[in-house]
């Protein structure tokens, strides 16, 4: 079985920056796709970042292009979302997920196998 641990939410102004982490118990080499969500209450669950772990390509939604960047570690076998410039429509639980194949729409929650429990990120104006 597989575990996906979020880190490093938290609460910051507008215009600040935070580094989440999401730690794979194991296999995250074996993964080909990964990415975060975020969802706020009352919203649905969106697709903020994807990285195919393989290639190390990646893509983002268009709200948070230029101010986020996913990246992979994969010997520390964890995945990191930088945000800068947060406002607080960046306010939500996020979480990361993991996929065995290639997800092509990759904004698509019901396509991948794995979730982490989330993490709260809370940006005040």
């Known amino acids: 079985q597989v575990q996906l641990v979020e880190s490093g939410g938290g609460s910051v102004k507008a215009g600040g920056s935070l580094r989440l982490s999401c730690a794979a118990s194991r296999y995250m080499y074996s993964f080909n796709t990964m990415g975060w969500f975020r969802q706020a209450p009352g919203k649905e669950r969106e697709g903020v970042a994807v990285?195919?772990?393989?290639?190390?390509?990646?893509d983002y939604a268009d709200s948070v292009k230029g101010r986020f960047t996913i990246s992979q570690d994969n010997a520390k076998e964890t995945l990191y979302l930088q945000m800068n410039s947060l406002n607080p429509e960046d306010t939500a639980m996020y979480y990361c997920?993991?996929?065995?194949?290639?997800?092509?729409?990759?904004?698509?929650?019901?396509?991948?196998?794995?979730w982490g429990q989330g993490t709260q990120v809370t940006v005040s104006s």
């Open positions: 990285i195919y772990v393989a290639g190390g390509s990646t």
């Open positions: 997920a993991a996929a065995w194949r290639y997800v092509g729409s990759w904004a698509r929650w019901d396509a991948y196998d794995y």
